[in-house]
């Protein structure tokens, strides 16, 4: 990994640098910088100065920066001179540029600033087109305008040649002031830079941009900033709305600024062809009463400080959402923070330390905590330089330059003096620089120099405003008049006195220290010393407490400096590297025993270091969190023409202190080269379908607006891996959202789709309450793995299921207890197989007879049943691409109505009913053709042998009853009627089928309350079994119930008190009259039309599969619908809600028998010494009179 730096300032204005590969912070070699604020990118860093001008720093290179400046001779041919430089008043300049439009002699090329050098003199250059010519450089052409070559020919009348010279970018590796612009009007001063937009998001490696803030909020953009000319050029404005107080430039194309108001703008539609942006939108502050402080943005991340110094970041930020979504409040108290490279994020905080941010990834941006940034200090190699305070492991004489230079120059304190700097007292070095004293003022145990008590001593001065230079004024007055360790005294006094005894001790808790570097006999030496430093104090020298001062430290760094800004935008930290100052510190191990003073301060030293960890731990303990997934996926275009897009995704997951999840899904496209998207809350989604849709892996999300505009969001993956992965993924996030897990409860409502999958719905008690019900687009379905037509429910938690291929299953989960969060549900192999069809159709001419050329007017010769959608059988497909071929095309003779020796049905025209045989009138015909698919996966189904079945019903009770078998009736392929026997929750699947004896086959079967088992032979004739009970399970007799009038019935659903059935032209019946003494009814009513399935549930609730949503003719058929009003007094409803809508096949609410809670009784009148009955004795009330009603009804 490459060597990179972290810039930070402190309240100073002194500049540090740390290295990834270092461990100590490195001030800049100019010790006379100061400056306010530094902000850095790959390779560079920029900075503002106390005089307001910007300063780059250019790291070291191996490859140095040049720049080639450029000027072309030209010439004119005339009869007398020849070629010369008297050119015609039309002509170009004699020196000019390419285009012949500038002016450019040689002189007028200047440096443009101090940071350059010429390499060399002008030369010409003598390669011509890129080839070495003998010309001298010259290129003819017979006009200026014309191309050039090196031929000189007989019609060439002008010739030009370039001039060449290279200047040097030589300040690589310090600051150098940038210059004003000449003669362009410079910006006002300015009070806040930042660069980026070196990762543009539609090119990567570019050059990065510069913006400005001036102090009268005006925004600044940097132009020609190149990698051979790295200061650029010029400054243009950017038009703002408001004043601007600070911004941040992003890697790529983010841009946020903060406005005096607290408020936040964000520049949009910036590119590599507009890189100042299009317009600005503004974004509100984190909290409304709290005013934000300070704005840092990443690649697609954007932080906020406020003034409360409460740390937020934003969510759902991108390229193509720079304004993002919503605002989520991180744990920690910083003044400001910075994001660098890889979104990771840098920060100073209230107490004036450096923190990172632990845990920042591509799927985790808002990181986990904080940690301290642990830079050492000092260089105990270097020698004490009285002008800039710098102690080493010398100890030298008392005196001025030694004893009182505690600012940054000597401009205040007079020069040093140059013997006592000569006169040095060697003292053994130590690998720590740090220093505690053994006497003088400073020791408690110094005679006749008691130390000053604490509540005596002033409190440290820390400038917290940006003016840098009011700020470094008034603390070095303080300093200079307050400092209680620092007694003036004459020179000729100072400089007789022997120098105070110190001894070198640890710097900072945590850090491995090399104790074995330090010189037994010099520490010695220095302990035998304290006398003398007791006579120091009392002769009136000057001390000093030099316990935490460090190697060329200065005023507000005898603890470290005092930050006030930092940059992270040029370190590169990589997660996996180990990063010294980054990584937790292990215990301190020593060899030898440490001095009573070296203990206490070090003891000191690590409660101050613990003080500061736990500080540092607490907001990683109360931190909120933002993960995100981000992928490719195609999306089915919502408009016209509807084709499908290449887009990429997100989904964002914030995790809050409680444990509450919020997540987003976003989606990104571009639409005439701008960037657009589109979100969804995952708490308003309502279901992940998958869905077919031209062969590919796709499914559609639903939400209850888009449900209301039968309009999806379709997305599409490239392997049917992908596609599990991100149905997986959102279908947790939505669980989790709503507080679901496990498997399906006994009150879950069950459906199919027409390609297999299974939903389930967890019922409240509001989705049959009888006002203010839960509307149909509102509610959430899950996928439960499985693939299944149709399937049955009861409130004791069993559930069947029925295949394509009329194999009977039983879901393996329950097993007769309500689940549990997080168990664990066995699995089997479960299989499936149906057939896909496609017709055949062919006109009949006089000529020719049956053939394939039809009508312009007819449907395909080659299409679905019902001829809308052409289907031929080699661009036929499986349901999906998990289905796999187990057959080849054949043609089908059972079909309804019937065929002849081919296969064929003949009708006198495509619309009207086909028959089997052949009659003068007939002129179409049409045959089916099949082929079987397979489809195998992993499914918590336990498979029921042997007998294949086309239907089947579970018996519907409520939740508080008890059964020891529950009554499972079904059918079977070839329609006899079947009665499962031994089935218990403890035993869901049942031991051993009996057959019920009938005249004619059956197709549809259901079982209600009481017993009450109903069924529709194949001919559309009704029947009601009768005396069925537990003692007599299979009951006894058929009765024969009357149709509806010239209507064909087909299938029926039985519950408490009332019976629904669905006749062949999709009408809606309810069977009137139904008394427990005359349980057959008396007559059926039409409720409804465009319906193909119903289910009754236990509360005689009413939910059907709708053919067709009103309104919507190109929406696929299949709805959930629900009925409204059902009630005793109401049983037929009043109205439909529609829900979801689209290939939905089959729906089972039978299982529902979860009742909103009622009102509790008016409290009746009692004396006050009366006591209340128990809540009890009216449940038990309650009770009765309910179960006097299920007696009444039939129900168990």
């Given at each position: 990994m ?6 930070a ?9 740390l290295?990834?590969?270092?461990q100590r912070?490195?001030r ?5 910088l ?5 902000t850095?990118?790959k ?6 100065g ?7 720093n ?5 490859t ?5 400046e450029?000027t ?9 001179d020849?070629?010369t430089d008297?050119l015609?008043?039309?002509?170009r300049?004699?020196?000019s540029d ?9 002189h007028?090329f200047?440096?443009p600033s ?5 390499e060399?003199d002008?030369y010409?250059?003598?390669t ?21 070559s ?11 040649r370039?001039?060449?010279r ?20 410079p ?6 830079i ?23 909020g ?5 132009e ?35 406005l005096?108001?607290?408020?936040l ?8 062809d ?10 509100d ?7 934000a ?6 690649v ?26 919503g605002?989520i ?10 994001v ?15 923190y990172?941010?632990i845990?920042?990834?591509?799927s ?12 050492q200090?000092?260089?105990?190699k ?11 492991g010398?100890?030298?004489k008392?005196s ?9 120059s000597?401009?205040e304190?007079?020069p ?12 053994p070095e130590?690998a720590?620089?740090?220093?505690v ?13 008691p130390?000053p008590?604490?509540?005596?001593a002033?409190k ?7 003016s840098f230079?009011?700020s470094l004024?008034?603390d070095?007055?303080k300093?200079?008049?307050s ?6 005294t ?6 007789d006195k022997?120098?105070?005894p ?21 520490a ?8 003398r ?8 020298a ?10 060329q430290?200065?005023v507000?760094?005898e ?6 800004w ?15 100052w ?7 191990t020593?060899s030898?025993s ?6 206490a301060?070090?003891?000191e030293?690590q ?6 960890e736990?500080?540092?731990?607490k907001p ?7 993960w ?31 444990g509450?999840?919020d997540?987003?899904?976003?989606v ?5 080269d ?10 308003e989604v309502?279901a992940?379908?998958p ?6 892996y796709?499914?559609a ?10 309009w999806?969001?379709v997305?599409a993956?490239?392997?049917e891996k ?6 997986c ?7 989790e959202?709503r ?20 939903l389930?719905h ?5 989705l049959?309450a009888?006002?203010?019900a839960?509307a149909?687009d ?10 299944l037509r ?6 004791l938690?069993l ?22 969060p ?9 299989t ?10 062919q ?33 036929t497909?499986?349901?999906?691409p ?20 081919e ?8 619309p ?5 045989h052949?009659?003068l009138?007939?002129?179409v ?12 996966l ?9 007998i ?11 939740a508080q009853?008890?059964m020891?078998?529950v009554p499972?009736?079904?059918l079977?392929?070839?329609g ?22 009938t005249?004619?086959?059956?197709k549809?079967i ?16 009704v029947f009601?079994?009768g005396s069925v009970s ?6 006894e ?13 087909r299938?029926?659903?039985?519950g408490r008190t009332?019976?629904?059935a ?6 809606l ?12 009814g008396s007559?059926?009513?039409l409720?409804?039309?465009n ?23 190109a929406?696929?058929g ?5 009925r409204?009003?059902?009630g ?14 689209g ?5 089972s ?18 004396t ?5 009955p128990?809540?009890a004795?009216?449940t ?11 007696s ?5």
């Amino acid at each position: 990994m490459a060597i990179t730096l972290l810039w930070a300032v402190d309240v100073y204005g002194r500049v540090y640098s740390l290295s990834t590969a270092g461990q100590r912070w490195e001030r800049a070699d100019d010790m006379l910088l100061e400056l306010k604020r530094v902000t850095a990118g790959k390779g560079r860093c920029w900075g503002i100065g106390c005089d307001h001008r910007v300063y780059l720093n250019m790291m070291p290179s191996e490859t140095s920066i040049r720049f080639r400046e450029e000027t072309y001779e030209n010439q004119r041919w005339n009869p007398v001179d020849g070629f010369t430089d008297t050119l015609l008043p039309t002509d170009r300049w004699p020196w000019s540029d390419v285009t012949g439009m500038n002016p450019q002699p040689l002189h007028s090329f200047q440096l443009p600033s101090r940071s350059w050098e010429w390499e060399g003199d002008w030369y010409v250059d003598q390669t011509c087109g890129g080839d070495p010519s003998q010309t001298g450089g010259w290129e003819y052409s017979v006009d200026f305008p014309a191309n050039f070559s090196p031929d000189k020919k007989w019609n060439s009348c002008v010739r030009r040649r370039r001039w060449i010279r290279y200047r040097r970018y030589i300040t690589q590796g310090s600051w150098a002031k940038i210059p004003l612009d000449h003669p362009s009007k410079p910006p006002l001063p300015l009070c806040d830079i930042s660069c980026g937009g070196w990762e543009m998001s539609d090119q990567s490696g570019r050059y990065p941009y510069l913006w400005g803030v001036s102090q009268q909020g005006q925004v600044w953009f940097r132009e020609g900033i190149h990698p051979r000319v790295p200061e650029g050029s010029s400054w243009e404005e950017v038009e703002v709305p408001k004043e601007v107080a600070q911004l941040s430039a992003g890697p790529g194309d983010l841009l946020w600024a903060l406005l005096w108001d607290g408020n936040l703008l964000v520049r949009t539609g910036l590119s590599l062809d507009s890189p100042t942006g299009t317009s600005w939108l503004e974004v509100d502050s984190p909290v409304k009463e709290v005013e934000a402080l300070h704005v840092a943005v990443g690649v697609s991340v954007v932080w906020v400080v406020t003034k409360d110094f409460k740390v937020w970041f934003r969510r759902g930020v991108n390229s193509h959402n720079a304004c993002g979504s919503g605002w989520i409040s991180i744990g920690g108290e910083m003044m400001m923070v910075d994001v660098g490279l890889n979104d990771q994020v840098w920060a100073v905080g209230e107490d004036r330390g450096l923190y990172f941010r632990i845990g920042v990834s591509p799927s985790e941006p808002s990181g986990s905590g904080w940690i301290p940034v642990s830079g050492q200090w000092g260089d105990s190699k270097k020698a004490f330089q009285p002008d800039d305070c710098a102690f080493s492991g010398h100890l030298t004489k008392a005196s001025q330059g030694s004893v009182l230079s505690c600012t940054d120059s000597d401009s205040e304190l007079g020069p040093p003096d140059p013997q006592s700097h000569s006169n040095e007292t060697p003292v053994p070095e130590a690998a720590a620089p740090s220093v505690v004293p053994l006497g003088g003022a400073a020791s408690p145990e110094a005679e006749g120099a008691p130390a000053p008590s604490q509540q005596d001593a002033p409190k440290p001065f820390i400038p917290a405003s940006d003016s840098f230079i009011n700020s470094l004024v008034s603390d070095r007055d303080k300093t200079s008049t307050s400092q209680p360790t620092i007694t003036e005294t004459p020179q000729d006094e100072v400089e007789d006195k022997p120098p105070a005894p110190v001894l070198l001790t640890p710097e900072a808790a945590g850090h491995d220290v090399p104790w074995m570097n330090v010189d037994l006999e010099g520490a010695e030496a220095a302990r035998s010393a304290q006398a003398r430093g007791a006579s120091l104090a009392d002769g009136g020298a000057a001390t000093y407490a030099m316990g935490t001062l460090e190697p060329q430290q200065g005023v507000g760094e005898e603890d470290g400096p005092v930050w006030a800004w930092i940059s992270g935008g040029g370190c590169d930290v990589d997660p996996s590297s180990n990063i010294s100052w980054l990584s937790p510190t292990g215990p301190l191990t020593s060899s030898l025993s440490l001095t009573p003073v070296q203990s206490a301060a070090w003891s000191e030293q690590q409660q101050q270091q613990e003080h500061r960890e736990e500080i540092s731990r607490k907001p990683l303990e109360r931190s909120n969190s933002v993960w995100v997934r981000k992928g490719a996926l195609r999306w089915w275009r919502d408009w016209k023409p509807q084709r499908w897009v290449d887009v990429g995704v997100a989904l964002e997951q914030s995790t809050r202190c409680d444990g509450r999840k919020d997540s987003i899904f976003f989606v990104y496209y571009t639409q005439h080269d701008e960037k657009k998207y589109l979100h969804v809350f995952i708490s308003e989604v309502t279901a992940l379908v998958p869905v077919l849709r031209d062969s590919h892996y796709a499914f559609a999300v639903y939400t209850a607006q888009r449900t209301k505009q039968r309009w999806p969001l379709v997305l599409a993956a490239q392997t049917e891996k992908d596609m599990n992965d991100w149905l997986c993924l959102l279908s947790d996030c939505c669980c989790e959202c709503r507080g679901i897990s496990g498997s399906p409860s006994r009150h879950a409502l069950w459906a199919t789709t027409s390609k297999g999958d299974i939903l389930v719905h967890e019922p409240a008690f509001s989705l049959e309450a009888s006002a203010h019900a839960l509307a149909c687009d509102l509610m959430f379905w899950r996928q439960v793995p499985g693939h299944l037509r149709c399937v049955e429910t009861n409130s004791l938690g069993l559930v069947w299921g029925v295949g394509w291929d009329g194999t009977a299953w039983v879901h393996s989960a329950h097993h007769g207890h309500q689940p549990t969060p997080g168990e664990a549900v066995p699995t089997h192999q479960q299989t499936d197989a149906r057939s896909v069809h496609v017709y055949e159709n062919q006109r009949w001419n006089p000529m020719a007879g049956y053939t394939d050329k039809g009508l312009p007017t007819d449907r395909p010769m080659w299409s679905d049943e019902g001829g809308l959608k052409e289907c031929t059988k080699g661009g036929t497909h499986p349901p999906s691409p998990e289905w796999s071929w187990v057959s080849e095309w054949t043609v089908d003779f059972s079909v309804l109505g019937g065929t002849d020796k081919e296969g064929w049905q003949y009708a006198a025209d495509f619309p009207v009913t086909f028959h089997g045989h052949k009659t003068l009138k007939d002129f179409v015909r049409r045959r089916r053709w099949t082929r079987k698919c397979k489809i195998t996966l992993r499914a918590p189904w336990q498979q029921v042998p042997p007998i294949p079945l086309s239907d089947i019903s579970l018996m519907p009770c409520l939740a508080q009853s008890r059964m020891e078998e529950v009554p499972v009736w079904a059918l079977s392929d070839k329609g006899d009627v079947l009665c499962r026997l031994g089935v218990s929750p403890h035993n869901p699947a049942g031991s051993s089928w009996l057959h019920v004896g009938t005249d004619q086959p059956f197709k549809s079967i259901s079982i209600g309350g009481a017993n009450q088992v109903w069924a529709i032979a194949k001919d559309g004739a009704v029947f009601y079994r009768g005396s069925v009970s537990p003692q007599n399970p299979a009951g006894e007799c058929w009765y024969h119930i009357p149709s509806p009038l010239r209507q064909t019935l087909r299938q029926l659903s039985v519950g408490r008190t009332s019976v629904f059935a669905v006749d062949e032209n999709s009408n809606l019946w309810y069977r009137q009259g139904l008394t427990p003494s005359y349980p057959q009814g008396s007559a059926w009513e039409l409720i409804s039309n465009n319906v193909t399935k119903v289910s009754v549930g236990p509360l005689d609730q009413v939910w059907i599969i709708a053919d067709a949503v009103p309104g919507f003719p190109a929406e696929t058929g299949g709805a959930v619908c629900h009925r409204l009003g059902v009630g005793p007094v109401q049983p037929k409803g009043q109205s439909w809600d529609y829900g979801l809508g689209g290939g939905w096949e089959h729906i089972s609410v039978r299982g529902n028998s979860a009742e909103a809670p009622r009102a509790p009784h008016p409290p009746t009148c009692r004396t006050s010494t009366q006591p209340a009955p128990p809540a009890a004795s009216d449940t038990s009330e309650r009770g009765r009179l309910f179960l006097t009603h299920s007696s009444m009804t039939g129900l168990p």
